[in-house]
Antibody
Framework: QVQLVQSGSELKKPGASVKVSCKASGYTFTSHAMNWLRQAPGQGLEWVGWINTHTGNPMYAQGFKGRFVFSVDSSVSTAYLQISSLKPEDTAIYYC??????????????WGQGTLVTVSS | QSVVTQPPSASGTPGQRVTISCSGSSSNVGSNYVYWYQQLAATAPKLLIYKTDQRPSGVPDRFSGSKSGTSASLAITGLRSEDEAHYYCAAWDDSLSGVVFGGGTKLTVL
């Protein structure tokens, strides 16, 4: 079955960087885009952006351009989210989610289990 | 502030029918498909409705989606205790060139 497994929780200091991984299985990795989303503590969902896993081309939502970088390693069916110059307000659960069909943005299925990133001095 | 608006809370008793609204604009809900997600406590969101009114396999037919103009709705019939969760709507926004989510609705089963 299709499954996305994310890396474990991270505790980082302000100014540091973090790289979250999302390993896919059960389907052809490069045939479906991968989305990244954020959920701050007690808050709703925000779309961070999307990466074309075939070409490596990313699309970032407004407000996530600059410090957020997506990448993929198709040899291990894994997508990555790297956040640099971390701020306390980046503290959140970050989810990856598969795009079932090209061009239908917002259609996310399934989701990874989430990775908690905590930024604190 | 979300560009797509949902009521923060909704409630119902077992067996009742409840609806959750998702109000947007012509650049998002009004011109694009709407998706609904269910997030149970301390778990990742799960797709409930896709392409406005389609149910993925495995989702009970108690859940249905619809849209009229710039507003969409999620209806749940035969409410059950396990439906207690947060529900989010989402759509592509042509003006923002991104996916926008509603703020979420916490459904309580009384």
């Amino acid at each position: 079955q299709v499954q996305l497994v994310q890396s474990g929780s991270e505790l980082k200091k302000p100014g540091a960087s973090v790289k979250v991984s999302c390993k896919a299985s059960g389907y052809t990795f490069t045939s479906h885009a991968m989305n990244w989303l954020r959920q701050a503590p007690g808050q709703g969902l925000e779309w961070v952006g999307w990466i074309n896993t075939h070409t490596g081309n990313p699309m970032y939502a407004q407000g996530f351009k600059g410090r957020f970088v997506f990448s993929v390693d198709s040899s291990v069916s894994t997508a990555y989210l790297q956040i640099s110059s971390l701020k306390p307000e980046d503290t959140a659960i970050y989810y990856c989610a598969k795009d079932p069909d090209w061009g239908f943005f917002g259609w996310l299925d399934p989701w990874g289990q989430g990775t908690l990133v905590t930024v604190s001095s | 502030q979300s560009v797509v608006t949902q009521p923060p809370s909704a409630s119902g008793t077992p067996g009742q029918r409840v609806t959750i609204s998702c109000s947007g604009s012509s650049s998002n809900v009004g011109s694009n498909y709407v998706y609904w997600y269910q997030q149970l406590a301390a778990t990742a969101p799960k797709l409930l409705i896709y392409k406005t009114d389609q149910r993925p396999s495995g989702v009970p037919d108690r859940f249905s989606g619809s849209k009229s103009g710039t507003s969409a709705s999620l209806a749940i019939t035969g409410l059950r205790s396990e439906d207690e969760a947060h529900y989010y709507c989402a759509a592509w926004d042509d003006s923002l060139s991104g996916v926008v989510f509603g703020g979420g609705t916490k459904l309580t089963v009384l």
